[in-house]
């Protein structure tokens, strides 16, 4: 396959410090045995404040105002949910250890829908799950978010996801969200694989079947070959108004992400090693793509495996080592000069780093662990 490789201005590497936005630590839940609610009353909100599409639709806050749990397996988060008084009764649920197959059991209850081998997120809403700690690890373990609205997923890795071999969860998704959901921030957490479908991993980060005001953020996704989509077909275009910023994608062979209709918005995203096609806008898909940085990588943007188009509106990103294929019946690269193709209105404000120092303003503040740090824009 023929191609062409962009090159810009080198990236300009400067170190954060102060103009790092660091918030402020949970407020602690000591945790004699099983699952111990605070006696404080109301919870801390997650650290930050939602961003993005999550901050429309009425906004996305969680479980902030109501009681704060600390569990350390999967059938203490499925308690904690299973024991409020209702299924919108807010609460905050810190996590620490690791989650896995051998902890993780369903549990009932007329506020909760579980189930073995998969934390449940259904049929709820107003819940933060947050990391603490020594760090919370979802370990083979993924999450699945259906028919819930206002979520919050917080300083949490979850790794290893199998939809095929053993043990599977969540059908390969580190985290999915289908069916009727809204309002879903996920921040700095880090999703990963060992490989791709052939190896038995799908999908880091998935939406499908009407799910919309979603934001990911300040986020590491790595070691997979599928970053995440949105819409699981071509006539599924129920999804959108989803936002991505501050986010490494590295070492990911397809779907950073994969739009079927909807709106989408990605800025100030690293995207390093994209080792087939990045950003795929397809089935009338509207994406605006501004101030990221490209690099070592092919076909960072366009509409792949289909000729039903998608289109993107660009502006200020850095294209460095990028690769770009030839145009072709099912194959529409955005490259090897980009320009937009439509226009898309944000309605949220967004201060933008310059592309030039988002490899280094994410590597300072993505991922689980990390000082759950935000940048200001001021790079």
């Known amino acids: 396959m023929t191609g062409t490789t962009t090159r810009r201005t080198a990236r300009t590497r400067r170190r954060l410090g102060p103009r790092l936005a660091v918030a402020a630590t949970l407020t602690a839940v000591v945790a004699a045995t099983g699952v111990t609610l605070s006696t404080t009353g109301a919870s801390a909100a997650a650290t930050g404040t939602a961003t993005g599409y999550a901050s429309q639709n009425g906004g996305t806050t969680g479980g902030a105002g109501g009681a704060t749990v600390r569990a350390t397996t999967g059938t203490q988060i499925h308690e904690a949910l299973c024991s409020r008084a209702s299924d919108d009764t807010p609460i905050t649920i810190e996590v620490e250890g690791t989650i896995n197959h051998g902890n993780t059991s369903k549990v009932s209850g007329d506020s909760c829908n579980t189930a073995d081998g998969v934390i449940e997120l259904k049929q709820i ?25 206002n979520i919050i997923i917080q300083n949490v890795t979850v790794r290893n996801v199998k939809k095929s071999g053993s043990p599977t969860s969540n059908g390969g998704d580190a985290i999915g969200m ?18 791709g479908e052939d190896e038995g991993y799908d999908g880091l980060f998935d939406m499908k079947n009407n799910t919309r005001y979603v934001t990911l953020s300040n986020s590491i996704l790595r070691d997979s ?18 936002t991505y910023h501050h986010n490494l994608y590295e070492n990911i062979d397809s779907r ?4 079927r209709g909807g709106v989408g918005h990605v800025f100030n995203n690293h995207y390093v090693s994209i080792n087939e096609s990045g950003i795929n806008s397809r089935a009338g898909a509207r994406v605006r793509v501004d101030n ?44 090897p000069d980009p320009e937009s193709t439509t226009t898309v209105d944000i309605p949220y404000s967004f201060p933008l780093d310059d592309a030039s120092c988002v490899p280094d303003v994410v590597s300072d503040i993505a991922g689980a662990d990390n000082g759950l740090r935000f940048s200001d824009g001021n790079c």
Do not use: C, M
């Open 178 to 195: 289908e069916k009727d959901v809204r309002n879903v921030w996920v921040d700095h957490v880090t999703l990963e694989a060992s490989g």
């Open 125 to 149: 809403s107003n819940v933060t799950l947050v990391g603490v700690g020594d760090g919370a690890v979802f370990d083979q373990l993924g999450i699945h978010i259906r028919e819930s609205s």
């Open 256 to 259: 950073t992400p994969l739009l």
């Open 225 to 242: 070959g599928r970053g995440g989509l949105v819409g699981s077909s071509e006539s599924d275009t129920s999804n959108g108004f989803v």
């Open 292 to 335: 990221n940085y490209f690099e070592d990588s092919k076909d960072v943007l366009g509409t792949f495996y289909t000729d039903e188009a998608g289109y993107w509106q660009v502006s200020g990103n850095v294209f460095d080592n990028v690769t770009w294929s030839s145009p072709g019946d099912d194959t529409n690269p955005a490259g």
